[in-house]
């Protein structure tokens, strides 16, 4: 079995503080993997070791076959991210915004043409592709940000929390989006906290204080702890792993 993403007994301290507590799991190629935890579990600091952002104290990770400790920009090379944040610019249009980030991720300008007409056709944003991002509504800026964050077709994108704050059928169509992407053989390590959103996972794993309490695919996880939803499944965890 390809994994995209290998971690085993992957730490993090910061001085006496363990943010990031030995976790041990493995993403499968193409698979759509759920990260769920509550505030201040380790989810971040996580992500930023994985994405090569941040160095482990200990442990071993590969992420896209590389490792984490010696080869973080061999790895940033084959990601795409995305944060709850965005990191489109609101000063620059929507072509910019795409020309400039398919630079950014290392596409010749030949690649960078092509690809900017393809997104703009795909999202329907043609007839508005010159006017600035600060005037799209939220759920546009979300997809295009998810288009742009895979516009150089990396092996793996993480997504922290991509979805906060949008309507229920903006949610829909943006995992639309995500099995479109994972169809096309790349990994989604996807963050949120909306626990229907995890249901849409092909596993999930949940933290607790810097540990992973569950792993596993929605169903598995329900039958385990005996729940009829993922969000009964989370409370329980939280209930007996307080931060």
Known sequence: MEFSIEAEKLTKKFGN??????????????EIFGFLGANGA??????????????????????AGFDVFKEAKEIKKRIGYMSQK???????TILENIQFYGGIYG???????????????????????????QSLPLGWKQKLAFSVAIIHEP????????????????????????YETADQGITVFVTTHYMDEAEC??????????????????????????TDSIDDVFVKIARDNPQ
């Open 201 to 226: 996972c092909n596993r999930i794993s949940i933290m607790s204080a810097g540990l992973i309490e569950a792993i596993g695919s929605p169903s598995q996880l329900k039958q385990k702890y005996q």
């Open 107 to 133: 596409l010749s300008k030949k690649q960078v043409l092509e690809k900017s007409n393809i997104l703009v056709q795909k999202l329907k944003l043609d007839n508005i592709k010159n006017e600035l991002i």
């Open 155 to 178: 092996e793996i994108v993480f997504l922290d929390e991509p979805t906060g704050g949008v309507d229920p059928i903006t949610r829909r169509q943006f995992w639309e989006l995500i």
């Open 86 to 92: 965005f990191s489109l610019y609101d000063d620059l």
């Open 42 to 63: 380790g989810k971040s600091t996580a992500i930023k070791m994985l994405c090569g952002l941040l160095k482990p104290t200990s442990g071993f990770a590969k992420v």
């Open 17 to 30: 503080f363990t943010a990031v507590d030995s976790i041990s799991f493995n993403v499968k190629k193409g």
